[in-house]
């Protein structure tokens, strides 16, 4: 059974900066596709960033400069650094893990509970 479970989220001030856990079990983090999701009441959940197996990484375009994904495959745990931080990036993050063809389908079987980002001024 995959279980996701993410960690690091919190308070920080516009400007600043998070680094988002995502520590995989049941589920080798090298071995397909892994994402960082966000969604904010009443707006449609956004992939935010994502990861394939061979390390391409693809980025939101509101995120992207900002944002970098990474995984540490001897942890079997991916990572979004979160830099330059706006006020529109306060969204409950989440993660998610599925085969590499789910970084093009967007449709990933599994998901972590979330962590929550607030930017304030």
């Known amino acids: 059974q995959v279980q996701l479970v993410e960690s690091g989220g919190g308070s920080v001030q516009t400007g600043g900066s998070l680094t988002l856990s995502c520590a995989a079990s049941?589920?080798?983090?090298?071995?397909?596709?892994m994402g960082w999701f966000r969604q904010t009441p009443g707006r449609e959940r956004e992939l935010v960033a994502r990861i394939w197996s061979g390390g391409t990484t693809l980025y939101a375009a509101s995120v992207k400069g900002r944002f970098i994904i990474s995984r540490d495959n001897a942890k079997n745990t991916m990572f979004l650094q979160m830099n330059s931080l706006k006020l529109e990036d306060t969204a409950m993050y989440y993660c998610?893990?599925?085969?590499?063809?789910?970084?093009?389908?967007?449709?990933?079987?599994?998901w972590g509970q979330g962590t929550q980002v607030t930017v304030s001024s």
């Open positions: 998610a893990a599925g085969p590499d063809w789910t970084c093009t389908s967007k449709d990933f079987p599994d």
């Open positions: 049941g589920y080798t983090a090298s071995s397909g596709c």
